[in-house]
């Protein structure tokens, strides 16, 4: 037997319903109208364009078939793509031409790039036969490679190649973990888009140059939204109250962008402020370029350093420079351009600048000097303890200023 139902869409494909057998028996008679409930097995199959709806048995209910029942072992399947749907009932709606699943239902599709199979599973799934969406609410997981997402709602949209999570969502993805207000998981290429109150908790293991070890660090990294790219050169980006907090320093700013693989990335970043937690010690500068692999850390554009007292907190010196060049190998800080030291001695300027962070020491030299209540003083060059602001003034020292 056929039913056709004339569910006429977006795409204006009518709606078959099909079986071997087929009972009908009146069920009610409202105002002299007879309502009939028909009953369909073996085989029985619901069919619309390129997508096929097997099941043990369908009911279809009214006259004009506006509501149609698939009882045991319920499977969609799409034949543009093979993807398939399971659940144990399901019910089709004509006059929005959806069909909801119930009872354990399951979605499995393969991705466009790599072939791999994405497994989705939920309380309860909607698909939308318009527009190719499914709607998937309560208990939601998605499986795909190394990725698990969880979620209490999530929207598949297979033509746009797209599956958004919502309302509590989080990614584990090994010891790594990705949460925010929403998940945008892109299933034909390898990105995720975090939005609202986005953070990326994050583990990388990388050799401590001091002791030649290997630690586990911890990264938390936060923003209004993160990109996260694992196609090619994996690469995160950081947009929006941006903040990357490791176990030995906070970094703030407009921007970050990591790209490589952990304990190796380059970091590069607008407007950072970076804070070392055990070292009292600021930074400042309008970019930042990072190569951890490398060992190099670049800052520039209105670079500062502000160090403090470690038991009062207070502010010692201050230290100004167009380009720093940090050296993580051996812990060394070169300084150039416009550089200007304030401490309780006066303003130390010169040509070039070298900070030792081991020992807190900083040398000035090309045209050091020392200017303080308009005298000024050169020398070959000028050392300073920044702990103990302690400055002393070497070679060829020479003075002028108000007498």
Avoid at 30 to 59: F, S
Avoid at 166 to 183: H, L, M, T, W, Y
Wanted: glycine share 8%; proline share 1%; with cysteine.
């Amino acid at each position: 037997m056929i039913i056709l139902i004339h569910a006429y869409a977006i795409e204006k494909k009518p709606v078959f319903i099909t079986g071997d057998n087929a009972k009908s028996r009146l069920v009610s008679t409202i105002n002299g109208k007879k309502e009939y409930l028909t009953e369909l097995t073996g085989n029985p199959v619901i069919k619309t364009g390129n997508k096929e709806l097997r099941t043990d048995k369908i009911i279809v209910r009214g006259n004009n078939g506006n509501i149609a029942e698939a009882h045991g072992n319920v499977v969609l399947t799409d034949r543009t793509n093979g993807s398939k749907l399971r659940a144990n009932k399901a019910a089709f709606f004509k006059e929005k031409n959806t069909i909801e699943f119930y009872g354990k239902p399951n979605a499995l599709f393969k991705r466009d790039d790599d072939n791999s199979f994405i497994n989705i599973q939920a309380d309860k799934m909607k698909y939308d036969l318009n527009t190719s969406t499914a709607e998937a609410t309560g208990k939601v997981k998605l499986i795909n490679n190394d990725i698990n997402i969880n979620s209490n709602k999530a929207v598949f949209k297979r033509d746009e190649g797209t599956a958004v999570f919502s309302q509590n969502p989080e990614i584990k993805r090994g010891d790594d973990v990705f949460n925010a207000d929403e998940i945008i998981y892109n299933t034909n290429k390898k990105n995720i888009i975090l939005n609202k109150n986005a953070s990326i908790k994050a583990y990388s293991e990388e050799i401590d140059e001091n002791t030649n070890r290997m630690n586990k660090i911890k990264m938390n990294v936060t923003g209004d939204r993160i990109d996260h790219f694992t196609e090619g050169i994996t690469c995160t980006i950081v947009t929006g109250k941006a903040r990357i907090e490791r176990d030995d320093s906070v970094s703030t700013g407009d921007r970050f962008e990591m790209k490589g693989n952990k304990g190796n990335e380059e970091l590069t970043g607008t407007d950072v402020h970076i804070n070392y937690k055990d070292e009292n010690m600021e930074l400042y500068g309008k970019n930042l370029k990072s190569n951890r692999k490398e060992g190099i850390s670049i800052l520039w554009g209105n670079a500062r350093i502000i160090i403090k007292d470690a038991k009062t907190n207070k502010e010692t010196s201050r230290i100004f420079g167009d380009y720093m060049e940090h050296f993580r190998d051996i812990d060394e800080l070169y300084i150039s351009g416009n550089i200007r030291i304030v401490n309780s001695e006066g303003t130390i300027k010169g040509l070039m600048a070298k900070y030792t962070r081991k020992n807190n020491l900083l040398i000035v030299t090309g045209s050091a000097r020392i200017v303080k209540n308009n005298s000024t003083v050169f020398a070959s060059a000028i050392t300073i303890d920044t702990k103990t602001s302690n400055t002393r003034l070497i070679g060829d020292i020479r003075g002028k200023g108000a007498r």
